[in-house]
């Protein structure tokens, strides 16, 4: 067998594993990954319900604060 070191978790990971509830959520994506696809789909509930009790604003709030996201993204995916 070979012994294989992780590299100590940078300050960002650390940050964010120090939060009540993203760290919550970031260790249990670390333990099981199928994690995520409930995040989603509770993310997506909180959506369509947002918009049946508040309407288009509600939707409209949730387009402006993706737009950073995405921005993010298309950078990520555009480096060679």
Known sequence: ????????PGPIHRTLRALPLIGRVVRDIEREVDT??????????????????WGLPA????AV???PVMFVFLILISRP
């Not at 939707?59 to 949730?62: D, I, P, R, S």
């Open 1 to 8: 067998m070979t012994a294989t070191t992780l590299a100590p």
């Open 36 to 53: 995520i696809f409930y995040l989603i789909v509770i993310a997506l509930t909180a959506m369509v319900l947002a918009v049946q009790v």
């Open 65 to 67: 604060a993706a737009v």
């Open 59 to 62: 939707l409209v709030l949730t």
